[in-house]
């Protein structure tokens, strides 16, 4: 019996920690007004039957069934809120918790105050990146001596680093701090308190197990020389974005530099020579590196050729960017090689594309002025991810060479001269294509194959024919943009299988799991859960920008290549306008109630506006201006609170126009070309309106009056008529005196009048 019970206190999670999960899940549900139970970590359930190891964002030791991970991230939209640790308490063997965008902005606990974190002996990763904290919550940290890892990025910290306050964390390897309002000195003598760390996201040379080293976008005091890295015999990695550093004057003083990957993004990076607030030439040091592996120097004024001399030099450099500088000359290099990402878009390089380019090197090549042809017949991109030409000459037709690219995950070839028809069947792998402000013509292809498309840009070409409702199989569509074709036909009522944002439960744990919880762009770890052997991630080199137009202007929206950060995460939008549309206004679009933007502007839809828009709870642009619709403009439109632009202009619409919360912020604008509109913010009074209707009612009545009464006189001498000589043929037939006297007196009145006339 005794191992009967043994074996079954393993067969599921621990009941003290299922029942803390669901405490910590009504802590969730309590900052969220509009969240149901069953959609914030719907496996989180009251079910005594339900395993919590099972459950997402969980992960138990498969021996003893203690929770080991854990995270409560969610996708909807939280309440600012303090973090009661004592809710923490229960997980007595956690190794790895990730609170990260949960809106926190700061600790307590009215038992043991700072000393509540002593209670998770095992903790070793701390994710506490993307909340509201300030520097109040260093002494809680201060008693998880057990941490190996803490994210402290994309907070409100600020001043001098407190890393006295944290010197009881002796086991700690990885800090960041990035992202935050750290100003003032570097505290030199309070590292060494930290003796075990090898990546900060801040400083120093004495560390000397250092090797990810980034001082990125912070307000320090004063440049940094750079020779102090070298110092740091392990460092691997170096980021100088947007710190002043000066360079050596001798370069016998960091010759013996290794660093594998070197960024370098300033507008006030100077050289010790210049008083430029950029630099305008490549630093001399760099001629000395042999291992590099990533080396990043956009954004400044540099002009010439194109550095290629450092292939030669770094057999191993994968990422170079260059991009938004002044180079005006690109010369192939002699020989192949395995470069992974080039980035020289946004200079002034011109010139036809060159034909061995496919063969020699994988590139980005956005905003510069190549012309002629894309792309050769022969090429050798089979390892490009990103491909990305916008903003040249180039002409022709998209070619087939484009389908080898088996790994090609984004295409961007906006802004050019191609024509003709797009392929039918692009890559399986493509996530993002855009091809917006061309001269491309015919219809909409069917994409056969390519599932995983997340963004669909065609805007601004000669598109025409129905839109294909295959691309209603597009489950994981963020935003589709085919606004500024010739396209026709009726709006797909399918669309609302497209998800923007609507994933399936399995593919939402996955995403964020897998994804939003591969935490720091250091690339230390793979898993909030395991840390992994060291590596460097270039993934994160692949920034996407897109733009898309919402509340009735482009903006862009950025992201990484995995879209886990930045605007583009968030962004779902649909773009049908400036087409030759038709029909009714599906109400199937109400379900897409992730949607931040839809447009259908300038279209010829008729009937009325769907009541199923009210279920667009995060709209913030609805644009249904220059089209027929008719009808009045459903008053429930009204619970859109995130509505920033609302526009029916020069339509058909009549009646009472909304009134209450956001609508009460429209200018007459949003109403304008539909006369039979009334109430504000129009001029048009909806009383006035009311009385002329009633006088037109009332001249109608008047007019019913006048036909009722004449046919009331007309049937009523019909009927006295009729009544008078049913009368006199009934007296007729009566044999009396007064009868047989009216005969003879009609006889005698007869032949009075004969004599007469005679």
């Keep these: 019996m005794l191992l009967l019970g043994h074996l079954h206190g393993f067969s599921s999670c621990i009941e003290k920690e299922r029942k803390a999960l669901l405490e910590l899940k009504k802590f969730v549900m309590s900052r969220c007004e509009e969240c149901e139970y069953d959609s914030v970590l719907p496996t989180w359930t009251n079910d005594t039957k339900s395993d919590c190891c099972q459950w997402e964002n969980i992960k138990c030791n498969r021996t003893s069934r203690r929770l080991t991970g854990l995270s409560i991230y969610t996708s909807y939209y939280l309440e600012i809120s303090l973090l009661n640790l004592s809710l923490l308490h229960p997980f007595e063997e956690v190794r790895s918790l990730d609170l990260s965008n949960s809106r926190l902005n700061g600790l307590v606990d009215d038992v043991e105050g ?49 890393l006295k306050e944290l010197k009881n964390l002796t086991n700690l390897e990885l800090l960041d ?15 060494p308190y930290l003796k075990k760390l090898k990546a900060l996201d801040l400083r120093l040379k004495n560390l000397t197990n250092l090797e990810v080293l980034s001082l990125g976008y912070n307000y320090f005091d004063g440049p940094i020389p750079i020779e102090v890295f070298c110092e740091m015999k392990n ?39 210049s008083q430029s607030s950029s630099l305008e030439k490549i630093p001399n040091f760099l001629m000395y590196q042999k291992n590099l592996h990533v ?42 090689h395995n470069l992974q990402v080039l980035d020289f878009s946004e200079n002034n390089i011109g010139g036809l594309f060159p034909d061995n380019f496919g063969r020699v090197l994988p590139n980005l090549l956005s905003h510069n002025k190549f012309s002629g042809h894309f792309l050769p ?44 028809p797009i392929p039918d069947t692009f890559l399986g792998s493509i996530q993002i294509l855009d091809l917006r402000n061309n001269k491309l013509s015919g219809n909409i292809p069917q994409f056969v194959d390519t599932q995983d498309i997340s963004f669909l840009l065609l805007r601004g070409n000669s598109l025409t ?78 920034e996407i920008d897109v733009k898309f137009a919402t509340k009735q202007r482009y903006d862009s929206y950025i992201g990484a290549f995995q879209f886990s950060e930045g605007t583009l995460n968030s962004m779902y939008g649909l773009d049908l306008s400036s087409n030759e549309l038709s029909g009714v206004i599906p109400a199937e679009l109400g379900d897409l109630f992730k949607l931040r933007a839809l447009n259908l502007s300038h279209n010829f839809l008729s009937s009325h506006i769907p009541d199923s828009f009210s279920k667009l709870q995060d ?35 009549s009646g009472i126009i909304p009134q209450g919360k956001q609508f009460n912020t429209f200018d007459e604008n949003s109403y304008l070309g539909n ?20 006088n037109a009612n009332g001249g109608e009545e008047d007019d019913k009056e006048v036909a009722i009464d004449m046919l009331v006189f007309y049937w009523s001498t019909a009927a006295t008529y009729v009544t008078a000589l049913i009368g006199i043929l009934v007296l007729m037939c009566v044999d009396c005196s007064w009868r047989r006297a009216w005969l003879r007196l009609v006889d005698a009145f007869i032949a009075s009048a004969k004599s007469k006339l005679a």
């Design 295 to 336: 080396v990043d120097l956009s954004g400044n004024r540099i002009s010439g050729i194109i550095p290629t001399w450092l292939l030669e030099n770094n057999p191993e450099l994968e990422v170079l960017q260059l991009k938004n500088n002044s180079f005006t000359i690109f010369q192939m290099p002699t020989s192949v």
């Design 177 to 191: 701090l990035s992202g935050n309002r750290i100003d003032g000195s570097m505290p030199v003598r309070e590292f």
């Design 377 to 420: 017949r022969q090429t050798n991109f089979t390892s490009l991810i990103v491909l990305r030409i916008n903003n040249n000459l180039f002409t022709g037709k998209i070619g087939v060479g484009l389908l080898t690219l088996v790994d090609l995950c984004i295409l961007d070839m906006s802004n050019n001269f191609l024509e003709g």
């Design 465 to 542: 024919g129905y839109i294909p409702s295959t691309l209603c199989e597009f489950s994981k569509m963020r935003l589709l943009d085919l606004s500024d074709n010739k396209l026709n036909g009726f709006i797909p009522s399918c669309f609302n299988n497209l998800s923007f944002g609507l994933a399936r439960k399995e593919e939402i744990t996955n995403y964020y799991v897998a994804v939003a919880l591969e935490s720091f762009y250091l690339g230390f770890y793979k898993s909030t859960f395991v840390v992994e052997n060291f590596r460097l991630d270039y993934s994160n080199y692949f």
């Design 619 to 653: 709209i913030e642009s609805l644009d249904l201006s220059y089209n027929m619709l008719q009808g009045s403009i459903p008053h429930q439109l009204t619970n859109l609170t995130s509505l920033a632009v609302f526009n029916v202009s020069y339509n058909n619409l």
């Design 235 to 273: 460092l691997q990695e170096l980021d100088l974005r947007g710190i002043n550093f000066v360079v050596a004057s001798s370069p016998s003083n960091i010759y013996h530099c290794q660093i594998i990957a070197l960024k370098a993004f300033s507008r006030s990076i100077h050289l010790p020579t």
């Design 675 to 694: 006369p039979l509109l009334c109430g504000p913010p129009t001029d048009t009074s909806c009383e006035t309106k009311k009385n002329s209707e009633e």
């Design 114 to 162: 700072y000393k509540s974190l002593r209670r998770l002996r095992n903790l070793q990763i701390l994710n506490f990146s993307s909340n509201e904290f300030n520097n109040s919550i260093f002494p809680f940290l201060n008693a998880a001596t057990s941490l190996t890892t803490l994210s402290l990025r994309r907070n409100n910290m600020y001043g001098p680093i407190p």
